[in-house]
């Protein structure tokens, strides 16, 4: 067994024992999944991409991608917040790596990271990563984040907003996205990656969180008003971020496994319900013998394998600076399995009929989770598919 088995490995026995049978638990309540965040620190999963060198488990992106897609597999909400986490470690350390920095730079971020790490690995610090605001185009890329920070002495001034944060006060820092205010214009080459703390001055949480699906995720609101956090909050230097998004855009694509492992719980589902070994489902009987449903199983295999295939084929591509068909092959796998997991929800209600619908049963809660993933920023399906047009059009497509 190598590492990545042995992590997935820890993943399942966690999701299958603990997760979920609290997840439907926390779905009913829209509750966070605190048991299941101490399960992952007992488990050293908060330094899961965070290197060995500061002892972290040392998995690589697609390492964690298929981590996550087994986690999603027990409980969407765990593997959706568990992300924001997971991400930020990836952000500041593999991702940075491959960035171009000077010497200065390199060993000022090398203190700070050291630092961040640190607080994962010995105090169990856990990270949100909101990125959305009122003004959705700022989180899809197309204009400069409205929350705004300003050089200070001694660090920086934040005031603005951020909606849909998932971890929204259950974290212990956001890493917030902000534009550095350079002149009169706001510019997107300007954003800055800064580490707020949850007790911080000016930070606050508010509004509900009762929704459609992925209910346990506490994605409440933000409000920053004149928050100061020091020079040492930054988590990546200045203007790296920018750069990460232009040429690392795989960054980008760690919702997809979430939703990866949703999509083939409802294919687990459908099986097992058909053969009568899911509990209050019917006993099996006529659908074994019913070649319509046969049939329509089959068709879901056969996307469940193309969308699996895809996945699997973009999180091996990911690197700084990739080529343009693998930088479109990115933007094809995120529509996929957004679209996709959503797809194999609805046909399972459809194959395994009436009677699967119940919330008791867990395929409700599979199909309402998976439908968030069309809303899912900064690279939702629409804009997905807006980009692979636009950039298809633009130059000759390199595929070999």
């Not at 909606?163 to 917030?176: M, P, R, V």
């Not at 992925?214 to 100061?228: C, I, K, P």
């Not at 232009?246 to 058909?274: D, E, Q």
Request: charge should be neutral; aromatic fraction near 10%.
């Amino acid at each position: 067994m190598n590492k990545t088995e042995e992590f997935i490995h820890i993943a399942r026995e966690l999701g299958r024992e603990k997760f979920l049978p609290r997840s439907r638990k926390y779905d009913l309540a829209g509750e966070f999944p605190r048991e299941n965040y101490a399960d992952l620190k007992d488990a050293g999963f908060l330094g899961l991409t965070i290197p060995e060198t500061y002892g972290g488990m040392g998995a690589d992106y697609a390492s964690y991608c298929r981590v996550s897609a087994e986690l999603g597999f027990w409980c969407g909400a765990t593997a959706l917040t568990f992300n924001m986490h997971t991400a930020t470690m990836l952000w500041t350390g593999l991702v940075a790596d491959q960035l171009e920095m000077s010497k200065q730079e390199r060993a000022m971020h090398e203190q700070k990271r050291s630092t961040v790490f640190n607080g994962v690995i010995t105090h169990g610090h856990l990270f949100a990563q909101p990125f959305s605001e009122p003004e959705s185009e700022a989180a899809a890329g197309k204009i400069p984040f409205g929350t705004s920070a300003e050089k200070v002495e001694g660090g920086f001034e934040i005031n603005g907003s951020k909606h849909f944060a998932s971890l929204a006060g259950e974290a212990d820092f956001y890493g917030i996205l902000c534009t550095l205010k350079a002149g009169k214009k706001l510019d997107s080459r300007n954003t800055v990656y800064l580490a707020v703390p949850e007790n911080a001055d000016g930070f606050t949480v508010h509004g509900d969180w009762d929704v459609l699906g992925m209910r346990a995720t506490s994605s409440r609101q933000l409000r920053l008003e004149s928050v100061f956090v020091p020079d040492s909050a930054e988590l990546l230097p200045p203007g790296k971020y920018h750069q990460a998004a232009l040429n690392w855009p795989h960054m980008f694509m760690t919702l997809c496994p979430t939703y990866v492992g949703i999509a083939r719980a409802a294919y687990s589902f459908t099986c097992r319900y058909l053969r009568g070994e899911v509990e209050e489902g019917p006993p099996a009987g006529e659908s074994l013998k019913n070649p319509t449903k046969q049939i329509s199983l089959a068709q879901m295999r056969i996307k469940l394998e193309q969308t699996t295939a895809l996945f699997e084929q973009a999180i091996s591509e990911a690197k700084y600076k990739p080529s343009k068909a693998e930088r479109l092959r990115a933007y094809a796998t995120h529509y996929t399995v957004m679209e996709s997991a959503n797809d194999l929800c609805r046909d399972a209600i459809r194959i395994c009929g009436g009677r699967a619908i119940f919330k008791t049963l867990r395929l409700e809660q599979l199909y309402r989770d998976s439908r968030c993933g069309s809303l899912m920023l900064p690279w939702t399906p629409d804009i997905c598919l807006e980009r692979l047009g636009k950039e298809s059009l633009k130059s000759p497509i390199d595929i070999p």
